[in-house]
Structure formats: C-alpha cells, structure tokens
C-alpha cells in the first residue's frame, strides 16, 4: 500500500507562465515529483523486506534513497503551493503578512537583503540543489539553507516555508543555462500567503523539538 501520494497541482498548467512555461510545469511535477513519490513508496517496500528478512547488505544505499526520495516529494510539495499566478512583489503588512515580513527584516536586515541572499544560495547551488528559507526553532530565527540535492547541508530540525527549485528540470526547457535569469524571474510568482501560513504553523510546532 502507498504510503506517499502525488498533491495535485493548485492551479493549471499554464498559471505561471510566462515566468514558467505550461511545458515545465508540466514535466516537473507529472514526471519528476512523481518518481520521487513512487522512489519513496518503493523504498519503504524494500525496508520492509529487509527488516522481515533480517538482511542488511543493502541498508546504507536503502536510507540515502529514502533521505532522498522523501526530500524530494516533501520540497516539491511545499514548491507547488509557494507559486502563484497573481504573486510577487514583497510581503507587506496590508497584505494580512505582516508578521512575515517584520521577522524577515529583523533576521535579514531588510527584505532587499533576504531576496540577495536566497537568490544567490539558489543560483549557486553547486550541482542540482535548492535554495530554502526555513525556520529553525532551536532560535526562533529564519535563515536561508543552501539544499543540495534534495537533503544535503541543512540544519536539523529547520522547516522549510520557501524554496527554490534549481535543478536543471525546473528551467532548462525555457531559461537553458541561464540559472541566474530563472531564479529572479521566480520572485514574481512567490506566494507570500502560502510563505506566511508555513511560517505561523512551523512557529506553533516548534516547542516540539526539545524537549526540556
């Protein structure tokens, strides 16, 4: 029985365009965030076979594909919702996201300033990666992650509220080796809404983590 299952998209396939193409859209969560939910599902299987057969030879390789996989289908979960025809701009306390906006230029020193940092963590990602900001609830601060792949150099315990795909797949069809120009572009489309219910909702959870 799957455990994992594929979100639907939010929106058509044409409701980010022309910032992405209905093609990517298209290909990126109907191809590829579904093979990292079937890569999740099948994992689990295959943990389960070991665990019933009391044989480990393969479970190293087996937690780097569930690590990865799981990663996956979790970061383009969150990516879907992040984007929206009518976004952009900045969050701004008229728009009902004030309190988003106050923690990002308290931690960031302005918002110009958070916009630098994560384009720059995304657009230098070295290989196929992610640009994140997240909550991290040891200190109640926000900062921005540089994910490589889907899993690598993040801070335990951090929770993702907006993320930046910059894996080929998600701009080569329409920007080709132009990373740089497809993450500015991707600021139009933020959802600032969706930004600041994750930031409310990673806050209220974030006493579940230590314990004291």
């Known amino acids: 029985m799957a455990i994992y299952t594929l979100p639907e998209l939010p929106y058509d396939y044409s409701a980010l365009a022309p910032v992405i193409s209905p093609e990517i859209i298209e290909l990126h969560h109907d191809k590829h965030h579904a093979t990292y939910v079937k890569g999740a599902n099948d994992t689990l299987e295959q943990l389960a076979e070991a665990r019933d057969k009391d044989q480990w030879g393969s479970i ?60 720059k963590a995304a657009a230098t990602t070295q290989g196929s990666g992610w640009g994140v900001l997240a909550y991290e609830p040891v200190s109640g601060r926000l900062v921005v992650e540089q994910v490589y792949d889907h899993q690598g150099n993040v801070g335990q315990g951090s929770v993702p509220i907006l993320v930046f795909d910059a894996w080929e797949h998600a701009f080569y069809l329409q920007y080709k080796n132009q990373k740089v ?14 930004v600041a219910r994750r930031y409310t909702a990673a806050k209220e959870r974030a006493h579940n983590l230590l314990l004291t």
């Open 60 to 119: 190293n390789g087996l937690e780097k594909n569930l690590a990865f996989h799981l990663s996956g289908h979790i970061l383009h979960s969150i990516y879907w919702t992040n984007m929206t025809g009518d976004g952009g701009g900045e969050p701004l306390a008229k728009d009902g996201v004030g309190e988003l906006a106050d923690a990002i230029a308290e931690h960031f020193g302005s918002f110009d300033r958070f916009k630098a940092q994560l384009s």
């Open 181 to 194: 120009d497809f993450i500015e572009a991707m600021w139009k489309v933020v959802n600032w809404q969706d």
